[in-house]
């Protein structure tokens, strides 16, 4: 049962444009998101996040969008560059116990020249 | 450099095999989760420990075991390998038992069993 999704496997974007990476949800206990960005050969590191009662957070190029009634969030990008190829997870907590991470299977983001 | 340090980061072990994953987690950090990655998919959540003891399990198979330390590193244990073993096996630690405080995450041992 995934109950975060990921549905584009792989994106690619031209240098410069935007990049929306998007991500779904299906438990409605889940108050809390992440962004992690994972390169070759590396962790996950954290990006953004953003709780529920908010539905926009903002840090320089990256602004993630949160749509409760939809259970969608989204990450923009703006604007890509080179150095933002990697994979890229979803990630949400529950205000339930312990509140470990529940990952999405990632978007390869390709950021063409 | 993350400060969580993992290792070994590549091991290769034939099928039946045991072998320990280490794992130590950034200073200060009490919490440790373990998480799997197979080919193409997400990170799965195996078992978290907090502060030496076990907080949560996720979808670990009965082969697998895990522990945390007193010094806080933790070790996971995976006996009677098989081939779908293969996989990404990442640690993370936060400095709670809550993880909206924030994960730090090991660059991961690749388990490759033949």
């Known amino acids: 049962d995934q109950q975060v999704k990921q549905n584009s496997p792989s994106l690619s974007v031209q240098e410069g444009r935007i990049s929306i990476l998007n991500c779904d949800y299906t438990?409605?206990?889940?108050?809390?998101f992440l962004w992690y960005k994972k390169y070759p050969a590396e962790g996950p590191t954290f990006l953004i996040s953003?709780?529920?009662?908010?539905d926009k957070n903002e840090d320089g190029r990256f602004t993630v969008f949160l749509n409760k009634s939809a259970k969608h969030l989204s990450l923009h990008i703006v604007p890509s560059q080179p150095g933002d190829s990697a994979v890229y997870f979803c990630a949400a907590l529950s205000n339930f116990g312990n509140e470990k991470l529940t990952f999405g299977t990632g978007t390869r983001l390709t950021i063409i020249p | 450099d993350s400060g969580v340090t993992q290792t070994p980061k590549h091991l290769i072990t034939a099928t039946g095999q045991r072998v320990t994953l280490r794992c130590s987690p950034r200073s200060g950090d009490l919490s440790v989760y373990w998480y799997q990655q197979s080919l193409d998919q997400g990170l799965q959540f195996l078992i978290q420990y907090y502060n030496g003891e076990e907080r949560a399990k996720g979808n670990i198979l009965e082969r697998f075991s895990a522990q945390q330390f007193p010094d806080l590193h933790s070790e996971l244990n995976l006996s009677s390998l098989e081939l779908g073993d293969s996989a990404l096996y990442f640690c993370?630690?936060?400095?709670?038992?809550?993880?909206?405080?924030?994960?730090?995450f090991g660059s991961g041992t690749r388990l490759t069993v033949v």
């Open positions: 953003i709780s529920s009662i908010k």
């Open positions: 993370a630690s936060s400095p709670r038992d809550r993880g909206r405080y924030g994960y730090t």
């Open positions: 438990n409605s206990m889940f108050d809390y």
